[in-house]
């Protein structure tokens, strides 16, 4: 399908792995750096970046 939003959301040098609807209409984007790093974007309906958040931190914050 062309025109997804994946697209729309492409960050230099990231990979596109998943993308969720969310009930509000927006969606949660899982992507994938260059260097390996994954990276949650979250869009609002009309695709505006609302919020990026490192995906191994799960909420917590730890430091090795």
Same mark, same amino acid.
């Given at each position: 399908?062309? &025109?997804?939003?994946?697209?729309?959301? %492409?960050?230099?040098?990231? /990979?596109?792995?998943? @993308?969720?609807?969310?009930?509000? &209409?927006?969606?949660?984007?899982?992507? %994938?750096?260059?260097?390996? /790093?994954?990276?949650? @974007?979250?869009?609002?309906?009309?695709?505006?970046?609302?919020?990026?958040?490192?995906?191994?931190?799960?909420?917590?914050?730890?430091?090795?």
């Amino acid at each position: 399908g062309h &025109g997804r939003p994946a697209h729309r959301a %492409r960050m230099p040098g990231a /990979t596109v792995d998943h @993308v969720h609807k969310t009930k509000d &209409g927006g969606y949660i984007v899982e992507v %994938r750096t260059s260097d390996g /790093t994954k990276k949650i @974007v979250k869009l609002d309906a009309s695709f505006a970046v609302t919020g990026v958040d490192d995906a191994k931190a799960g909420g917590k914050h730890r430091r090795h």
